[in-house]
């Protein structure tokens, strides 16, 4: 495998071929610099592949981008922050139509070549007349890729980018990647907004499989507040603008999706650190679990408690809760062989508490980052899952969205 | 069916036969009037049943409790709050068992005859020096009721406690409980402690197919934050001691059952009323689901949703939370036939918003109760799920509470 290298000030425009922007439509309010309505789009053909909400309430954006992805035309993407465009009936899915014809317009494309994501309250209705009026001033460059990665944010306090590359087929190839989300965040899906392109060839199969593959391991191991969002999207773009064909089952296969795995778990990671009032990331390790489900249930449940993101809020070493969560996640388990450490102290061992020297423990968690690691001890599958601290401030803000 | 009359003043003890008593054994930090350790008793033999934590870290209090029961000679309890006796290896068990031999001691009965729970701590071991000193000083007498609901408080309140009684066979048939709870609450089995009290004679297989029924409609459809703890218990147990016997399918057998249900739901709701932090009540009931089942999860995904509590928290009326909290429920619906509704104001009718008077669904939820009720409009099922606002001080309270 080889090796993969992250760029320095990397986008979803670092690739070649690809081109965004973003414009100011008036969809949020206003300040200085804000941009709600974005762009982004391979100058050449591209293959895709998405993963999508699993909420039955679903976005009629969403719908859209499923069927332009489904349609194997999908080149690109149009994005507004600020309103969801979700929970509005019939005219949810006639203003995402109409949101990829005025793409469409602007890039001189077909408008099944252009995905929709809408982010933003749920159950107000799209207003399309800012839209139609400033969808023209977007201006797409291959350095727009910042600029688009700003169009997307709510919540959100920093922009979550990165690049990576690596060598195959004697040249390079380039993935770029964005998100957004920091609240309705909870591992049941792809539960956020995420854009990933690539300047390798690669084919719809492979392309989608990567993905699918990727998105468990990262965006679906992260939780912020347990909430899973209607309109969540991670849409993958390949257009082959460096030459490289890249296929299952070789080297450069597993290049790709080593870099396409780094650039989803980098991406995860700065959305939980970004989390609506968190101030730490926590990270949860389960090993030794019975299968993989089991580890991924296990890790899940305890980066997802309230009570254990609670307790880290305070750095507190109630470590009892992390035991519950562990048990309730229904994952197999027995007592008597469990081994738990925070930050590297063991605090468990063959089921039985060790006594711990509480003060260098409570030291350990002034940090930034929370390591809790829990050993089965039944099986050899192993899991990572990812959630922040929750905070008063977590409170206050989710308490007055929309007032 | 017969009439359910609520006795003023009700507790464990209304039931004839009953007694109980508490005393301060020095568990929990000390507190003028503060009782920590408690026993219930049955002065006749009882038939029993129970419903436990599935949680896979499982108390070794609930494990006695479970073979008490399980022998058919369960009729009493000894109970203690400030630690939970779970994760602490096979100690917790031989320290479980020791509680139902003191309590026997002191009772003059068999420590078969005895359940035991804990609450509190998890992660610690019993300190069985201050409860083999103090298990004597326990006085139990037909009006010590209250004092046992006060020893199993951790960080409630309030006492939660009631008694109800209806006509049967030319005698009055008496059904009494206690509750506490108002942390590590979520509905996923019977999620905190619970005792029943009646003075009918009913065999063990009604008894515990009443329990389960009314536990499923009542305990199991609560959430105060999602988490679920390692020692709930619900235990009913039935005397004769009224004369009266109650059996299966006859007029006598649904008063009983209405009875335990109301008694449960009562003990339930004050449960979330006195949630962690909480301030309001927050009911949610569904209708139209496709099956019981599908109505049940809807319900409890919104008052279960982080969101949704945060957002009643602020009286802020972002109905879209609870669009997205039905839609991640894996209840079947269809958006377009979906009416909601806030405190009898109609917000969404076939999945479309209303215009509604914003002033005045705000005004509605200044007070103690806020009602949501979804409509799925897809068949003839019903559930009602309970949660509570989630405050800042609820954050506070869980960032320190073992510090």
């Given at each position: 495998?080889?090796?993969?290298?992250?760029?320095a000030?990397?986008?979803?425009?670092s690739?070649?071929g690809?081109?965004?922007?973003?414009t100011?439509?008036?969809?949020?309010?206003?300040?200085?610099?804000?941009?709600d309505?974005?762009m982004?789009?391979?100058?050449?053909?591209?293959?895709?592949?998405?993963?999508?909400s699993?909420?039955k309430?679903?976005?009629?954006?969403?719908?859209?981008?499923?069927?332009?992805v489904?349609s194997?035309?999908?080149?690109?993407?149009?994005?507004?922050s600020?309103?969801?465009?979700?929970?509005?009936?019939?005219?949810?899915?006639?203003d995402?139509?109409?949101m990829?014809?005025?793409?469409?317009?602007?890039?001189?494309?077909?408008?099944?070549?252009?995905?929709v994501?809408?982010?933003?309250?749920?159950?107000v209705?799209?207003?399309?007349?800012?839209?139609?009026?400033?969808?023209?001033?977007?201006e797409?460059?291959?350095?727009?890729?910042?600029?688009?990665?700003?169009?997307?944010?709510?919540?959100d306090t920093?922009?979550?980018e990165?690049?990576?590359?690596?060598?195959?087929?004697?040249?390079?190839?380039?993935?770029?990647?964005?998100?957004?989300?920091?609240?309705?965040?909870?591992?049941?899906?792809?539960?956020?907004?995420?854009?990933?392109t690539?300047?390798?060839q690669?084919?719809t199969?492979?392309?989608?499989?990567?993905?699918?593959e990727?998105v468990?391991?990262?965006?679906?191991?992260?939780?912020?507040?347990?909430?899973?969002?209607?309109?969540?999207?991670?849409l993958?773009?390949?257009?082959?603008?460096?030459?490289?064909?890249?296929?299952?089952?070789?080297p450069?296969?597993?290049?790709f999706?080593?870099?396409?795995?780094?650039?989803?778990?980098h991406?995860?990671?700065?959305?939980?650190?970004?989390?609506?009032?968190?101030?730490?990331?926590?990270e949860v390790?389960?090993?030794?679990?019975?299968?993989?489900?089991?580890?991924?249930?296990?890790?899940?449940?305890?980066?997802?408690?309230?009570?254990?993101?609670t307790?880290i809020?305070?750095?507190?070493p109630?470590?009892?809760?992390?035991?519950m969560?562990?048990g309730?996640?229904?994952?197999?388990m027995?007592?008597?062989?469990?081994?738990?450490y925070?930050?590297?102290?063991?605090?468990?061992?063959?089921?039985?508490?060790?006594?711990?020297?509480?003060?260098?423990?409570?030291?350990?968690?002034?940090?930034?980052?929370?390591?809790?690691?829990?050993?089965?001890?039944?099986?050899?599958?192993?899991?990572?899952?990812?959630?922040?601290n929750?905070s008063?401030?977590?409170?206050?803000?989710?308490?007055?969205?929309?007032?």
């Amino acid at each position: 495998m080889a090796d993969i290298t992250v760029l320095a000030d990397g986008s979803v425009t670092s690739p070649q071929g690809f081109i965004a922007g973003a414009t100011y439509a008036g969809i949020r309010a206003y300040a200085p610099g804000k941009v709600d309505l974005g762009m982004l789009f391979s100058e050449q053909a591209t293959t895709s592949a998405g993963t999508y909400s699993k909420n039955k309430i679903l976005s009629p954006s969403v719908t859209v981008t499923k069927e332009s992805v489904a349609s194997g035309k999908s080149r690109g993407v149009i994005v507004n922050s600020g309103c969801a465009n979700c929970a509005v009936g019939e005219q949810g899915y006639i203003d995402a139509q109409e949101m990829a014809s005025l793409a469409a317009g602007v890039l001189g494309a077909n408008p099944q070549e252009l995905a929709v994501s809408s982010t933003g309250i749920i159950g107000v209705e799209l207003p399309m007349g800012l839209i139609r009026n400033t969808v023209g001033n977007i201006e797409t460059t291959h350095g727009g890729g910042h600029d688009f990665a700003r169009s997307i944010l709510t919540t959100d306090t920093v922009s979550k980018e990165i690049a990576v590359s690596f060598p195959a087929g004697g040249a390079t190839v380039t993935l770029g990647g964005c998100a957004k989300g920091s609240g309705m965040i909870h591992p049941n899906m792809a539960t956020m907004l995420a854009y990933l392109t690539t300047d390798a060839q690669i084919d719809t199969a492979f392309l989608q499989e990567s993905l699918s593959e990727a998105v468990d391991t990262s965006f679906n191991m992260i939780d912020i507040d347990g909430d899973t969002s209607t309109n969540d999207t991670v849409l993958l773009l390949a257009n082959g603008a460096s030459g490289v064909t890249i296929a299952k089952g070789t080297p450069e296969g597993e290049s790709f999706a080593a870099a396409l795995l780094e650039a989803c778990i980098h991406l995860a990671r700065e959305m939980v650190k970004d989390g609506e009032g968190a101030t730490k990331l926590i990270e949860v390790t389960v090993e030794g679990a019975e299968n993989l489900d089991d580890a991924r249930l296990a890790a899940r449940s305890v980066a997802s408690s309230i009570l254990v993101k609670t307790a880290i809020h305070g750095n507190d070493p109630n470590w009892g809760r992390i035991m519950m969560a562990l048990g309730k996640s229904g994952a197999e388990m027995v007592e008597k062989n469990i081994a738990l450490y925070i930050n590297d102290i063991c605090i468990m061992e063959g089921g039985l508490p060790i006594p711990v020297f509480r003060e260098s423990l409570i030291a350990s968690m002034q940090g930034t980052e929370v390591r809790i690691l829990a050993h089965l001890h039944l099986g050899s599958s192993t899991a990572v899952a990812w959630g922040c601290n929750m905070s008063e401030e977590f409170v206050t803000f989710n308490s007055a969205y929309t007032t």
